[in-house]
Nanobody
């Protein structure tokens, strides 16, 4: 079994910073894409940032220049540094990973979600 465990959410004032972390554990051969999605109340889940194993990053336009995604392949972790936070960043943030768990078996996995609330 594979688990993604997130940490680092919380309440912060507009303009502040938070860092989210996610660790994957279990039977893992390798991890392809890792990333972060978010879902605000009444809205669909949306991509925030994605980082494949190669390290090339992809950000949504709404967070470019403010958020930075990084990963540690040796530790199977992914982090999201969030700076200059805005009230519209308020959402539940979900860690995502596409993981190879066997020679030909791959699956997508999600963390349990962590709340980020930005007050104005």
């Amino acid at each position: 079994q594979v688990q993604l465990v997130e940490s680092g959410g919380g309440l912060v004032q507009a303009g502040g910073s938070l860092r989210l972390s996610c660790a994957a554990s279990g039977t893992i051969f390798s991890i392809n894409d890792m990333g972060w999605y978010r879902q605000a109340p009444g809205k669909q889940r949306e991509l925030v940032a994605l980082i494949p194993r190669s390290g090339d990053t992809n950000y949504s336009d709404s967070v470019k220049g403010r958020f930075t995604i990084s990963r540690d392949n040796a530790k199977n972790t992914v982090s999201l540094q969030m700076n200059s936070l805005k009230p519209e960043d308020t959402a539940v943030y979900y860690c995502y990973a596409h993981i190879r768990t066997g020679i030909i078996r791959t699956n997508s996995y999600w963390g349990q979600g962590t709340q980020v609330t930005v007050s104005s």
